[in-house]
């Protein structure tokens, strides 16, 4: 693709829901190019669905029967009279097959070459190429284990901790820590159960677990005339279940000479596999400075906001750019940090009860807004959010001068959100800003400890029940008495409201 | 009017009426009663002064009381009218039930009726939104039924699993 000529985009398909597919559509309407969504069967009410210029449906809730058909999404490409088709992340996104399907239909592919996305699939093989290409990468097995005795030898010859993960995996599912031989036959049947069923591979690797460790990550652009410029780091260490929840921008504790190093490598590894696009060079981070090579991921992620806020570059309109040919407009000199920039990713789920998915019906939406404020979303008043789909719901994402004032700001944002219907993160993003561990900067991908957890669900000194509480017993009293004739005329009303006043001591029967 | 709301471990009595001024006269337990202006400018929130500080609420019925949300956080109040509580005393069979509080969908039952289970035994696995979640016994006790079976659908509150308590003191 490297000698191909500029090609004119005109209408993007969107292979994709949510917030992303919101977020996709808004950069190619800022191109002037025209947008097709598509929708499944519980979606048609969807915002992308009716942001987009055209949208289609695709068939029933689940993805697999849907946003995962590839002959569907390519039927749709033709009928549509789409030139290209970005995926978002997540669904077809890192589907080589999909890209090279989607090419040899004639159509623009907005991501990295088939060939990158395959290397880079394998958690397995991306680990090899990249210790070919001589970045560092964390200790343990190249090869998938099949063989539990292999296993136990591994582990023991690496060392505990270890971590168990899926080949084929991301997002954490199919990720096990192990302590001991005793644990470990049960994680690794657990891992490949789960690498199976989210991935259909249940391929497992073993690698060692790095102390103190934090998650950074780089982001990468590049061109089809092979230019790579990086856009610094992301610190996306705060995680549930190894799933990120909260991401900043730059990574604070990062000393200028590891930015160098790691940013660097990270365009190493981009020319290792003759990148194009936006993609995300992923490495553990270790308390003593070193750090290795995880993955990288071969689309946008979903944290982009967050660079996008520190650097000035809109990396969906630099995808939908680079695909249509276009050299990079801006030299690695260009580009610096400005300030500091936090995300939340608002999930459906409830914190206070071991993060578990809280799908429903919203009946009040209200983001937050003022300086500074940003909230990529795709839900509203009414949605019901769908128990088909990954329960993130919007990402708030809040740029500040410094990291104290990105801080302070992000916390009156989340006061501002107001979600009623489901349970949300929320809440638990304003305890994370108060951690003194966190406001130090001082934290590693095992911030949220069962003792947080435990802290959050003893939640505050009472005050916030009590008003919960009596918030309850109005609406309660509201229900009650509609159905009466006149308003609280009557029984144990009446006494009260002759009074006029109350009586601090006085007590009533019940 | 008298409610008890539960919120969490705590257990409110909440006088409530309405006053003169319009307004709502709260008094919580033994507290010295509040004058509190409500009102309710979208459908589902509440918007409390409470003397002079402001507080909004969102609100959404549940089938024991409601859900409020407050600055970001659920609350669960369970709403219970104590004249009422009476009448539907006695109704029981809801003890040792294990239920789902969310729809998902059941991957692995690692329990039989009769098997005898520890405090944090698996159970089953639920899976709901790509998350597979494990279901742990909250009580050493014996598996007195399983309602579901691998590979089925169930709605939030659907009943899993009914739990009996093993222990020497057992009414006989």
């Given amino acids: ?510 | 009017m008298t409610y008890d709301v539960t919120v969490g471990e705590r257990v409110f009595s909440i006088r409530i009426d309405r006053d003169k001024a319009g307004g709502w006269a709260v008094q919580v337990d033994d507290a010295p009663p509040r004058h509190i202006d409500v009102r309710r400018p979208e459908p589902s929130v509440l918007s409390l002064l409470l003397g002079d500080r402001s507080v909004e609420a969102g609100l959404a019925p549940r089938d024991d009381g409601w859900e409020v949300d407050l600055l970001g956080r659920g609350y669960h109040c369970e709403v219970v009218d104590p004249r009422r509580a009476a009448l539907k005393l006695g109704g029981g069979a809801g003890e040792g039930a294990i239920k789902t509080s969310m729809p998902g969908l059941v991957v692995r039952v690692m329990v039989a009726e009769g098997d005898a289970v520890a405090e944090g035994d698996p159970l089953l696995v639920l899976e709901a939104m790509k998350m597979e979640n494990e279901i742990t016994a909250p009580i050493d006790g014996r598996i007195a039924a399983v309602h579901v079976s691998a590979g089925e659908s169930l709605e939030a509150g659907a009943k899993l699993i009914q739990i009996e308590p093993i222990d020497g003191d057992e009414e006989s």
């Fill in chain 1, 1 to 510: 693709m490297s000698t191909s000529p500029q090609r004119a985009l005109k209408r993007v398909l969107i292979a994709n829901r949510g917030e992303i597919a919101v977020r996709v559509i808004r950069a190619c309407q800022e191109l002037g190019l025209e947008t097709v969504a598509v929708f499944s069967e519980v979606d048609r009410d969807a915002v992308h669905a009716r942001m987009a210029t055209y949208a289609f449906p695709i068939g029933p809730a689940p993805a697999s029967q849907s946003y995962l058909r590839m002959d569907k999404l390519l039927e749709v490409a033709e009928r549509s009279g789409a030139d290209a088709v970005h995926p978002g992340y997540g669904f077809m996104s890192e589907n080589a097959v999909f890209a090279q399907a989607v090419i040899d239909a004639g159509l623009t592919w907005v991501g990295p070459p088939p060939s990158a996305i395959e290397a880079m699939g394998s958690k397995t093989r991306s680990r090899q190429i990249m210790q070919a290409a001589g970045v560092p990468v964390v200790p343990g097995t190249v090869e998938a284990i099949s063989d539990e005795a292999e296993l136990m030898r591994v582990a023991n010859e690496i060392g505990y901790p270890v971590m168990l993960k899926a080949a084929s995996g991301g997002g954490g599912k199919g990720m096990r820590r192990v302590e001991d031989d005793k644990s470990l036959l049960r994680a690794y049947v657990a891992a490949r159960s789960e690498a199976a069923k989210a991935f259909g591979d249940d391929a497992v690797y073993l690698e060692k677990f790095v102390v103190r460790p934090r998650h950074v990550e780089v982001q990468i652009l590049a061109d089809a005339h092979g230019t790579v410029v990086h856009l610094f780091e992301r610190d996306c260490s705060i995680q549930r279940r190894h799933q990120k929840v909260l991401e900043e921008a730059p990574c604070p504790v990062l000393p200028e000479e590891t930015r160098q190093a790691m940013t660097a490598v990270a365009i190493e590894a981009a020319r290792a596999v003759s990148y194009e696009g936006a993609g995300t060079v992923e490495f553990l981070y270790g308390g003593d400075g070193n750090f290795y090579f995880l993955e990288m991921n071969t689309r946008l992620q979903v944290e982009h906001p967050i660079t996008e806020m520190i650097t000035g570059v809109d990396l969906a309109r630099a995808q939908l750019r680079i695909a249509a040919g276009e050299p990079l407009w801006f030299s690695q000199e260009e580009l610096s940090i400005t300030g500091h920039a936090i995300e939340c990713r608002v999930y459906a789920e409830d914190p206070e009860n071991g993060f578990l998915p809280a799908p429903g019906t919203i009946t009040r939406y209200r983001e937050p807004t003022g300086p500074w404020v940003r909230v990529d979303s795709g839900v509203y008043a009414g949605f019901t959010v769908p128990l088909e789909y990954d329960p993130m719901i919007a990402k708030l994402v809040v740029w500040g001068r410094n990291r104290q004032e990105c801080i302070e700001r992000t916390d009156r944002a989340l006061r501002e959100y107001r979600v009623t219907g489901i349970r949300t993160s929320i809440g638990f993003f304003r305890a994370v800003l108060a951690d003194p561990g966190f406001l130090a900067a001082d934290y590693t991908t095992a911030f949220i400890t069962p003792a947080f957890l435990d802290a959050l669900s003893a939640g505050d000194d009472g005050v916030e029940r009590e008003l919960a509480a009596i918030t309850a017993a109005i609406a309660q009293y509201e229900k009650d008495h509609k159905a009466a004739p006149a308003r609280s005329g009557g029984d144990d009303g009446s006494a009260w409201k002759r009074a006029g006043r109350w009586h601090g001591t006085h007590r009533y029967p019940r």
